[in-house]
């Protein structure tokens, strides 16, 4: 999706800054987890969470110098920013990376409909699963908190995604409730993605079908 | 919504293949609904239940090996791969042998619109039917649930599917929740259906209107 | 939205029919609502309320026997014949009798998305008060209802309409739950009626923008 | 998006009303959100709230009577005459406002799908956080209200704009209730809005891509 020329540097990050962002996603969910593993083990995982932030972090700085654009870059890269500052963001890295790799084996391209489902199942899961993490760490421990395991927090982002939003497990903290409002914001997204692309697939097979074989009968409204 | 030319094999195991998904869900349901049933009465459910998953199985078998192409049939045929493990999502046989009846009855085609309006609702009345078996079957007797009878069920799967969730009645175990889940993402995709179709049948009724007699006044966005 | 030519008959009764469409929901009102009111004024809501559904009765029976068609009739009027069965979705006949006037008096026609939102709006809040209406004469009086005030029935069918369902107030009978899966199917419509014609609107808009003054800058996705 | 030609009397009115439009919000919340406040403060608040109103009917009523119109100007400018009635659907007016500001500086036009955005953005935050207000100032001292600082009301806000509702706290008297369903109204058509332009967006950029690289494979339905 992203249609500007690859610098050379970005071609080169490309490999590392998915790795990192994968070892950022695992080694936050083994220190929220993970609350009986020995404490070298979560110092571990928290000093490879802040080295994967560095990577994001460095980056971005250096694009930025090469770039010799100074804030206009920053406003044409806000995502990117954005990112820099909300890690957890990064899963989307991987969605990226997943197609570019998809075409550079000269795989057969996905149809259409067929990407819009890989990216909106890919990043739902991603993010849904990120989210899920944060707000678990946020509000395991408070006093009236609903969301006690991390399986109830799953399930709310899974209700939020979905715009269902059941309200039996709901976060209580303002923090927890910010990251939900950026999930149902995604969730929203989401909607439109699965919305626009299941009525376009929809219309495209039945409109061939109706090519080949006019109905005799077409009762309109009736 | 099948386009490949379908094989003499696949002819030959539609209505088997529907009746066994018919009998699937029905035994099913007999065995989950009817607890005051002699238990071998109940049994017969049982055994019907596993016979027509065998059917479905066997099925899947024969024409992976009569195809000679290895894991590539499986990719290629996921969505029955899947069908086989989750045998709930049968019930989309019976939409499938539907539209293939009233073909071959040379019965008037449906327009497009009332052709995906009958496939969103029979798809939607037999999945939320299974789920709402699925999860009351999971759920019933557990401690804390608030799903107790089978209407509360029922209407824990309508209000899903319409994406409402009240949020009144929810499963509490893992795997009513992983049903849930389920469901909802099939909730997505009805509104996208749903979406799709009222809002291109009815901009076509309302373009041939306006063809017909343009108007006075056109206020815009006034 | 009813493209058929319309019969001497059906030009007759159309204002009648709007009469009895509005009677019988002016008096299921006032027999829902109005507990104080004498016997005797509550007795004749229900005759009103009676008489309109054998109006609607009538007419489909005088126009099934005049169309000389048989069973035939039936199945391509079948939304007539739901409504008979179903009277508290006469509304409807109110928003396609307010279109007719509209015409026969050579008013300028609305736009088209004047006219979704007219219908959409319209039939929205006719079905959702009749829903409300419904909804609190089942649930008053059962021993754990949430709905106790009208207030609260309508609130109920405001936030099912939207597809948001908080689930503060819910139907908890079988026939009140019954009223509420019809509501969000038509909440499901609704909500496909306002995207489709949103977007539509705001796209025809931004396109005319567009062709008068092309953007300099078009970043696409950046 | 407003296409008529601007009377000089618009042009000359633009600054002050979009002034008082800012100033209206603030001073609403200063006041409903500064209950420690002073007195005199307090009161200087709901001063600035009324001037600003009184500008609003002022400016209303001038345009009415050069309009030399009557009733049909209410009818052309219906929204601007609710906005008159409820004031806190002005913030409306800062979007316009920023939108003609952009044209004026022959700033580079936004692309079609960045100014959907930027207007939805906008907007949502805007009338979330009037709706937001308002529901605290209504519901606070209430003795069976859930929603109890401005925390929950913002909380509550977002999750019914983007049609979740969670209902772990919801508004509970009748005037929070009529600001709750014009929000969810609202909340409908942002959906409208962000799943038109979402699909639309996707779309444009996945064909772009299909002109250049056509797929060697498109499974189809498969």
């Given at each position: 999706m992203d249609e500007r020329p690859r610098t050379p540097w970005e071609h080169r990050m490309e490999t590392p800054l998915t790795l990192a962002a994968l070892l950022f996603l695992a080694s936050y969910a083994v220190r929220v987890l993970g609350r009986g593993l020995p404490e070298a083990v979560r110092d571990a995982c928290l000093a490879v969470t802040s080295a994967a932030w560095a990577v994001f972090a460095l980056d971005f700085a250096i694009r930025w110098r090469h770039s010799g654009k100074g804030l206009s870059f920053v406003r044409r890269h806000w995502l990117d920013a954005v990112v820099v500052v909300l890690p957890l963001l990064r899963p989307l890295q991987?969605?990226?990376?997943?197609?570019?790799?998809?075409?550079?084996?000269?795989?057969?391209?996905?149809?259409?409909?067929?990407?819009?489902?890989?990216?909106?199942?890919?990043?739902?899961?991603l993010l849904g699963f990120a989210a899920a993490l944060a707000v678990y760490q946020v509000e395991r421990g408070q006093p009236h908190a609903t969301i006690r395991t991390f399986g109830d927090s799953v399930w709310?982002?899974?209700?939020?995604?979905?715009?269902?939003?059941?309200?039996?497990?709901?976060?209580?903290?303002?923090?927890?409730?910010?990251?939900?409002?950026?999930?149902?914001?995604?969730?929203?997204?989401?909607?439109?993605?699965?919305?626009?692309?299941?009525?376009?697939?929809?219309?495209?097979v039945f409109r061939r079908d109706d090519e080949e074989r006019p109905p005799e009968d077409f009762p309109g409204a009736s």
């Open positions: 991987i969605v990226r990376t997943y197609d570019a790799v998809r075409r550079r084996h000269e795989q057969p391209r996905l149809s259409l409909h067929a990407r819009v489902a890989t990216y909106a199942g890919m990043s739902a899961t709310w982002a899974c209700s939020t995604l979905a715009t269902v939003g059941y309200g039996d497990v709901v976060p209580v903290t303002p923090l927890g409730r910010l990251v939900a409002v950026a999930l149902m914001a995604y969730g929203l997204a989401l909607l439109g993605a699965i919305t626009g692309s299941f009525s376009s697939w929809m219309f495209q």
